[in-house]
Every structure is written in C-alpha cells, then in structure tokens.
C-alpha cells in the first residue's frame, strides 16, 4: 500500500480522510476499485462534507468519477454537509459541483449515465447541459 504524509492507506491513519476519499483525492484509479469492494461509497468526509464521488466531482477525476458511477450502492443525489473546513457550500449534488468547476465531460457523463441506468428523465439533457456550458455563450 501506499504512504501518504499523514500514514498509511493499510493501517487506515490517513488524517481523518478514509482510504477512499484519499485514493480519490489522488487520483489513483486502481485503488478506488480495490477500496469500494469493502468501504462504503457515499461516506461522508467529517472535514468537508463530501463523498468521494463529490470529491472527484470536484476536482475533475473523470476515471474515479465512473468507476464510483457503476457501484451498486453509489447514492449520485446525495448533497454535501456542513463540514469543519468546506471547499463547496453545503447542500450541492456531485453533478452541480462538476458543472460548477466547469468539468463538461464529467456532466455529460453522469447525465447520460443516469439516462441509461435509473430509467428516469434527468432534470436535463446532455445538449441542454451543452447549451448551458458559460463557455459556449458565444455561440449561441
């Protein structure tokens, strides 16, 4: 297992981060899909009221994004709490915090994603999520 600076991801003294949210942060794709057979998913994080999948959201991990997307227990409607130190404001959905930082191909995916799997219409399409994109306001 890796080290980080805080200890190690076997012993679980990552901070008050679990293995999960940290391998996440990371960006390390293997080990998420090693961690979500055991760890539960949509644990929140006690310093900033963030899942991991609010996490990768967040910080435009597209990889993690859809490996966390396909587990069966994945809860993509959960909203960020209230946490000791908060990047997001409280209460934002993973996808709102994707299309906040302007991540478009996370969007799209968790748009299109939802389409397909929960058989649901989604609140919007992919090409209104595309029209909506600040950076394509010109085009209009």
């Given at each position: 297992?890796?080290?980080c ?20 942060g ?7 899909k090693?961690l ?12 900033t ?17 859809k490996?966390?997307?396909?587990h ?10 209230v946490g000791?130190?908060?990047p997001?404001?409280p ?15 996370i969007?799209?995916?968790l748009?299109n994603?939802k ?5 649901s219409?989604p609140?919007?399409?992919?090409k209104?999520v ?6 394509r306001?010109?085009?209009?």
């Amino acid at each position: 297992y890796p080290l980080c600076a805080f200890g190690s991801l076997e012993s679980g003294h990552v901070a008050s981060r679990s293995p999960l949210h940290y391998a996440t942060g990371m960006d390390k794709v293997i080990l998420v899909k090693r961690l979500i057979q055991t760890d539960n998913p949509n644990q929140y994080h006690p310093e900033t009221g963030e899942t991991p999948l609010h996490l990768a959201c967040r910080l435009g991990r597209l990889a993690i994004v859809k490996t966390l997307r396909r587990h069966p227990q994945i809860q993509i409607n959960l909203p960020t709490l209230v946490g000791t130190r908060i990047p997001c404001k409280p209460g934002v959905i993973a996808l709102d915090l994707a299309k906040e930082k302007g991540f478009w191909e996370i969007v799209k995916f968790l748009v299109n994603y939802k389409m397909k799997k929960d058989k649901s219409p989604p609140t919007q399409t992919a090409k209104e999520v595309e029209y909506d994109r600040p950076d394509r306001a010109n085009a209009r």
